[in-house]
């Protein structure tokens, strides 16, 4: 009921691939992260500013923060598939997550880059 062939044709495969690759890409930056925290000497405003004024884990971060964003965002459609069931709540449901998951992302790279 409301569902289009396109939907009704998918199998969810991709969705699944991009999750699990998404996933080991969000811990391979937390072990990262865990990592340099652990090799730094003293652990002070100075080497967390040193740490997070660095190019490369600015983009890394970001990268790793869209990905988080875009887990959000299947996560939230498969649970709003398989649980919530009118059409109309679903919907709802959907674009809270899809503006909760832009918002967490906006600030995020706000804060990263500012």
């Known amino acids: 009921m409301g569902m289009t062939a396109a939907e009704q044709a998918r199998s969810g495969t991709k969705e699944w691939i991009f999750q699990r690759i998404s996933n080991l ?15 730094m000497d003293t652990i002070d405003f100075a080497s967390w500013s040193a740490l997070y004024d ?8 970001s990268l790793t923060l869209i990905l988080i964003c875009l887990n959000s965002i299947l996560a939230g459609w498969q ?11 679903n919907k709802l449901y959907s674009l809270a997550v899809k503006a909760g ?11 990263f880059w500012a």
């Open 25 to 39: 890409a969000i811990v391979l930056y937390g072990l990262v992260f865990v990592a340099l925290v652990a090799g």
């Open 54 to 61: 660095a190019t490369w884990f600015k983009l890394y971060s």
């Open 79 to 89: 649970i709003g598939t398989d649980y919530i069931k009118p059409e109309a709540t």
């Open 101 to 111: 998951s832009a918002a967490y992302l906006v600030f995020g790279l706000v804060i």
